[in-house]
């Protein structure tokens, strides 16, 4: 185990165990310090009818399980994170900072954040030369304890996966000049329609499955589906096949339509995660999709559309009708879209009438989705780019046998005040599951929206 000397002592804001309500178990051999304004926290949060709630009630759970046998005297010096002991595990203790002497407090304790904050900077003199973080999610409270004399403040950066977002897995492959002039072997085999090419994987290094593969002859697009002794194995699609795809009237308007719109159809794919700017497409290609598959080829029984924004779960109980006229105001992106997909109708009201019955379409909020167990379904869950890692699994674990779930946002637009692209949930997904055989993801890059919009998201 490691020298207890060299242990440093990590605060953990409540918005931590609200981003990841085990993240007690993230600091290895070091101390988590847990003040008892971040318990009171908690506490009246676990009753909000948020979305929150349950994660500050994992919480506490979390750390019943570890003080419930352990006296007041161990509580404020200490009890193991693990109860193995050969485990590296650090200790936990919880911090009476009502009990503190005000002369030795920095700031008023008016606020929750700066009663703990005045934590920090009292473990950070008494605790010397030992190292003292505070570790929270808000960015101005990590502003106001660095100009209070706080040494080392840090975001809760264990889940994250990436450090620029920049890096994150756009799906595709852009490989320069012609991908063919770079081969030298090449098996190929065909059955039907589809064609397979075996190439050496040296050409693709650090493929993953499901990965598309386009390059700049306009002519050559594939994806890897598959590796095995030391051969990448492709499926031909064909940039012009690509294109010809069409979903309920809709064909794709550049390449990366084109391979979202391949991954939505594909029945073997459970999972399909769309990416990018506002107005290229996402929802249309979407719900396009779910109407093809339920609908016109009967894959699954019903459309479940559901999404998450801030105020959600705030505001729909105060909105008069049943669930889905509750939702309705935040899911009209949704019905948007399907104006748009039946705007060329006779009679446009009653073609939506109709579909909405046909594809069984369910507008289901984020908060009831928690227990169920959905079955046969298409699922679009959007603006995901507001979850948490957690929050995401939540909903993913929901879905049963022959359900195809398509999670899609913007992660330039971010609501959430503690999150940032790259703790988004939507991030953390698209980089866990890149080498599921189950899943696709795809950067749509281009806003095909209107001029107006495409002029916008690249200036403003």
């Known amino acids: ?249 809709i064909h794709p308007k550049n390449v990366y339509q084109g391979m979202a719109l391949n991954a939505l159809l594909d029945p073997n794919i459970d999972l399909v995660i769309l990416t990018g700017p506002a107005g290229c497409g996402k929802t249309l290609l979407a719900m396009a999709a779910a109407l093809e598959l339920v609908i016109e080829k009967g894959i699954y029984d019903k459309v479940i559309v559901t999404r998450n924004t801030p105020d959600i779960a705030e505001n729909i109980g105060f909105l008069p009708g049943t669930e889905e006229e509750k939702m309705m105001p935040w899911l009209a992106a949704v019905t948007d879209t399907l104006e748009v997909l039946h705007k060329n109708d006779e009679c446009p009201n009653g073609s939506l009438d109709y579909i909405m019955e046909q594809a069984n379409i369910q507008f289901k909020s984020v908060n009831f989705m928690r227990g169920r167990s959905i079955q046969n379904s298409f699922v679009l869950l959007d603006e995901c780019q507001n979850l948490t890692a957690s929050q995401l699994k939540t909903i993913i674990t929901r879905c049963g046998e022959g359900t195809k779930l398509v999670c899609s946002g913007n992660l330039a637009q971010i609501d959430s005040n503690y999150l940032t692209p790259v703790t988004s949930g939507l991030t953390y997904i698209v980089e866990r599951f890149k080498h599921f055989e189950g899943s696709a993801n795809i950067y749509l890059n281009g806003v095909v929206r209107s001029r107006l919009a495409s002029f916008a998201e690249e200036n403003l």
């Open 1 to 249: 185990m490691a020298n207890r000397d060299q242990c440093k002592y990590f605060i953990l804001d409540t918005n931590v165990l609200l981003h990841e309500p085990l993240a007690i178990y993230s600091f290895q051999e070091h101390n988590v310090i847990i003040p008892m304004t971040v318990l009171e926290e908690l506490d009246r949060i676990k009753d909000r009818q948020k979305d929150v709630s349950r994660d500050a009630r994992v919480a506490i759970r979390a750390l019943e399980d570890i003080f419930k046998d352990a006296t007041p005297e161990e509580i404020i010096e200490g009890v193991a994170l693990s109860k193995l002991e050969e485990a590296e595990t650090g200790r936990i203790s919880i911090f009476a900072d009502h009990n503190m002497a005000t002369n030795l407090a920095v700031f008023t304790e008016d606020e929750p954040d700066n009663r703990i904050i005045n934590v920090a900077l009292r473990l950070q003199q008494s605790k010397a030369p030992a190292a003292v973080v505070l570790v929270t999610k808000d960015i101005n409270m990590r502003l106001k304890a660095k100009g209070a004399g706080l040494k080392l403040v840090e975001d809760y950066r264990t889940d994250q996966l990436i450090d620029d977002i920049n890096l994150l897995a756009k799906g595709f492959r852009q490989l320069s000049g012609s991908f063919w002039d770079q081969v030298e072997n090449c098996d190929t085999t065909t059955d039907g329609r589809d064609t397979w090419h075996q190439v050496d994987e040296t050409i693709l290094e650090n493929t993953y499955i499901n990965e598309y593969l386009i390059d700049e002859t306009k002519l050559f697009a594939a994806k890897v589906v598959g590796h095995e002794e030391g051969k990448a194995r492709l499926l031909d699609l064909g940039r012009d096949r690509l294109l010809s795809r069409h979903a309920w009237g």
